[in-house]
């Protein structure tokens, strides 16, 4: 892989590797970049879907990489972890910026008043002690309402030439180690925002690794998501309340009340079209923030106090002016999809949001077509090709994956790029470098098919009894993967008056404790839902089943699943399999991914939704998984689990 990754940044052609759990893919990526980066004097940038792995690389492998490969590289190389500005406490806000209306449930509730009151106080306590100004650094943390109160976006940031603070800032700190950096870690989102909002946020670089790139078209979707809705433009009229003619702020509250209104009645779910009264009050909405726009009027750069109000109300305004174009123009190029979100909670009411139809053309243009990329998962060959998340990534289909064939320096020289040419297409290799364990000795992949297929209606009967029986062969030791919080809860209600074991759920701590937990008693069970499908490493005897309720398609009314599968079932296309059984095909690799995690794990990944091994679908899901040995029957799978519990009593 070391190998594969020196050759992408050397030819330019990007490069698309799997590489197992405990395969050590970081070192892989992280050598010859650090090598790219000293010998040309260029920044590479690292990006990761999860803090986990973000603070792996940062507290664990480059300090030890930096270290090891000094003397070959001449000098220690240099790296750093940078974040979006909202992530960082901004120190003028803290003392002197306006602070945000609390949210009405707080109106008319002293005790949430006093609380965020208390939470802020501790804020300002933490500055004095703090040397980053790092939200993840506060521990234990505070709630979002908290946090906003002592940071800004970056549309609202005043800028380091007009803040008081300037230099001092912990957000421009950051930027400034990063941009002396060789190596800067990131986000997602963060690549994101840099390629497509028209602002840099990241240094120059000319090669991206993309690690956890299963999760980038889901994070770099939820980055060019908007949403309009009537909390947002109360709080932004409240804002520019106080800096322009009231009548003009009065007018954009009275359009956010209509939609509010509106919203309120609609139906959730996706908008195949927009309704005459919505499109009407949305265009209100849009001509009343531009107004507001124009009475701000121009900056004036004496007055720093008057230059924060008008830039927190700006950025407010700015983003719901564009947003409701956006709505408005969405069922004219069909490059967006809009949707009523409804709050099935009851604590929040509705927007309306609009999300791209698909990203890979703003990836190869904004991403591929102008750095070195290298993309690397556990998970990123589904029905045994590349081909699937190429497409979504806005790649030209490959001839399927390559296997990692013997060592062996690549050939080629330093000269290997190709010139730019503006009729070139988009080159990439798939490599998968395999993985370390013996997938076919060490782990079974158990299809419950006797069993009904599941129903709307909760977990059926008879899968809590196959539950039941695979839980007490495992002698507990067992994450269950539940596809709704609803049949997780369902699933820990059912077992804990019926099995001997703990059963933790998602929901009873903070996922981490639950986690935590689970590791240190290997009798115990955690179940529940997304995070858990691909945020556990827990090796060695406390997990050594898997259980995943259903195969993980997304809800037929999701509006962004549906309005993909409907394009692709447009174009001549499988809908279906295109969109919902790859979607399921990753959680499901995801999942099952949670089983080895070291060289001596061994274990069951069951599975208790019968169409994976009946349905016509089924193939190309099984052939997403790693190659387990695979059975059908469940006196099997509870003989090989007792005697995997009886080794480790």
């Given at each position: ?50 803090i986990a792995l973000q603070r792996q690389l940062v507290d664990r492998d480059l300090p030890r990489l930096a270290k090891a490969l000094r003397k070959e590289l001449g000098r220690e190389p240099r790296f750093a972890i940078l974040k979006g500005r909202r992530n960082y406490l901004c120190m ?558």
């Amino acid at each position: 892989m070391a190998l594969a990754v020196e050759r992408s940044i050397r030819t330019g052609e990007h490069l698309a590797v799997q590489a197992g759990t405990g395969t050590g893919k970081s070192l892989a990526y992280l050598v010859p970049a650090l090598r790219h980066a000293v010998a040309e004097e260029s920044t590479v940038v690292i990006s990761t879907a999860t803090i986990a792995l973000q603070r792996q690389l940062v507290d664990r492998d480059l300090p030890r990489l930096a270290k090891a490969l000094r003397k070959e590289l001449g000098r220690e190389p240099r790296f750093a972890i940078l974040k979006g500005r909202r992530n960082y406490l901004c120190m003028h806000r803290l003392h002197s910026g306006a602070p945000d209306e609390p949210e009405d449930a707080a109106l008319f509730d002293p005790f949430a008043v006093s609380k965020l009151g208390r939470e802020v106080k501790r804020l300002h306590e933490w500055s004095s002690d703090t040397e980053t100004g790092d939200r993840d650094e506060l521990v234990p943390g505070v709630p979002d309402q908290a946090w906003k109160q002592v940071s800004v976006t970056a549309r609202e940031c005043l800028g380091v030439s007009k803040c008081p603070i300037g230099t001092d800032c912990f957000a421009e700190k950051a930027r400034a180690e990063a941009g002396r950096a060789d190596v800067v870690v990131t986000n997602h989102a963060m690549l994101a925002i840099d390629a497509l909002e028209g602002y840099q946020v990241l240094p120059d670089h000319d090669v991206v690794v993309i690690d956890e790139a299963h999760d980038l078209v889901d994070r770099v979707t939820s980055v060019a998501t908007e949403e309009l809705g009537s909390a947002a433009i109360t709080t932004a009229a409240r804002r520019c309340g106080k800096l322009v003619d009231q009548a003009v702020a009065d007018r954009l509250a009275e359009a956010g009340d209509g939609l509010g209104m509106l919203l309120e009645d609609a139906p959730a779910g996706r908008l195949e079209s927009l309704p005459k009264a919505l499109a009407t009050t949305v265009a209100a909405v849009r001509d009343a923030a531009r107004v507001c726009i124009t009475s701000l009027g121009p900056e004036r750069k004496e007055d720093v106090e008057g230059s924060t109000a008008r830039k927190l109300a700006l950025s407010l305004l700015d983003d719901i002016h564009d947003c409701a174009v956006r709505v408005l123009e969405a069922f004219d190029d069909e490059h967006d999809v809009v949707w009523v979100s409804g709050d099935f909670g009851g604590n929040r009411a509705p927007v309306l949001r609009v999300a791209p139809l698909g990203v890979g053309g703003l990836l190869r243009e904004r991403l591929f077509g102008k750095r070195t990329t290298v993309l690397t998962s556990a998970t990123l060959t589904l029905g045994g090709t590349f081909d699937t998340l190429a497409r979504q990534w806005g790649l030209p289909a490959a001839s399927g994956a390559r296997k990692a064939e013997g060592s062996g320096k690549a050939a080629g020289t330093a000269t290997d790029k190709e010139p730019p040419s503006d009729l070139g297409a988009v080159r990439w290799t798939g490599l998968d470098v395999g993985s370390p364990f013996e997938h076919g000795s060490s782990g079974i992949l158990y299809v419950a098919r006797h069993l009904p297929p599941p129903g709307r209606d909760g977990l059926p009967p008879a899968y809590l009894d196959e539950l039941e029986g695979l839980v007490n062969a495992a002698g507990g030791r067992a994450l269950g993967l539940f596809s709704s919080m609803r049949a997780a809860k369902a699933a820990t209600e059912a077992l804990r008056g019926r099995v001997d074991f703990p059963v933790l759920c998602q929901g009873d701590d903070q996922t981490g404790q639950l986690v935590k937990r689970f590791a240190e008693d290997a009798r115990t069970c955690l179940f529940g839902t997304l995070s858990l499908w691909q945020g556990v490493d827990v090796p060695g005897p406390s997990l050594q089943l898997v259980v995943m309720d259903r195969i993980p398609f997304p809800r037929p009314d999701d509006p962004l699943a549906s309005a993909r599968q409907k394009a692709v079932d447009s174009r001549g296309g499988n809908g279906f399999l295109t969109v919902s059984a790859t979607h399921a095909a990753l959680l499901l690799a995801q999942g099952a991914g949670r089983l080895l995690r070291s060289m001596n794990d061994k274990g069951v990944v069951a599975v208790l939704d019968p169409r994976l091994a009946t349905a016509r679908y089924g193939g190309f899901l099984r052939a997403s998984l790693p190659p387990f040995w695979t059975t059908y029957d469940t006196e099997v799978v509870k003989a090989a689990l007792k005697r995997l519990d009886a080794a480790n009593k």
